[in-house]
């Protein structure tokens, strides 16, 4: 069965440190990394290929989804690879790029190893709100940038 991917590609006007920190810092993920605006997240790394992450959402129902993987590449500050695993499917790879454009920074995120067109449309979804909410926070003044 041929894998299914998702990419999706967005520009923010900020520069690519501030993006690839709003990445990898567990205290501003935990801003933006849910799916519901109203949801709310706890996020735990040790961002070091090999390393592990962890990142519960909570949603404004009561339940709480948990997400974790290892790093596979971290390439300050243009790439980030990760294993993705959650209760709908273990194994997948989510790559986020970076570059600097005119406007700021273009992301491309890459999610690949979905098996199934269920699979790829639950996790768009997810991707969509996760980088609605992402969008929201990047633009904050979260420290230094």
């Not at 209760?87 to 273009?106: D, F, K, N, Q, Y």
Request: proline share 5%.
């Amino acid at each position: 069965m041929p894998e299914v991917e998702i990419e999706l590609k967005r520009v923010y006007p900020v520069d690519i440190d501030r993006v690839f920190e709003a990445w990898t810092d567990p205290g501003v993920m935990s801003s933006w990394f849910y799916v519901g605006d109203r949801w709310t997240a706890e996020v735990e790394n040790d961002l070091r290929v090999g390393g592990t992450y962890r990142i519960s959402m909570h949603t404004d129902g009561g339940e709480t989804l948990v997400c974790h993987g290892i790093y596979r590449e971290v390439a300050r500050p243009h790439r980030l690879a990760f294993t993705w695993n959650s209760h709908l499917h273990s194994g997948s790879l989510v790559t986020i790029e970076l570059r600097p454009v005119a406007e700021g920074t273009e992301l491309t995120l890459t999610h690949t190893g979905l098996p199934t067109e269920e699979l790829r449309t639950a996790h768009y979804h997810g991707w969509i709100g996760c980088l609605a909410n992402f969008e929201r926070v990047v633009g904050r003044d979260f420290g230094p940038a």
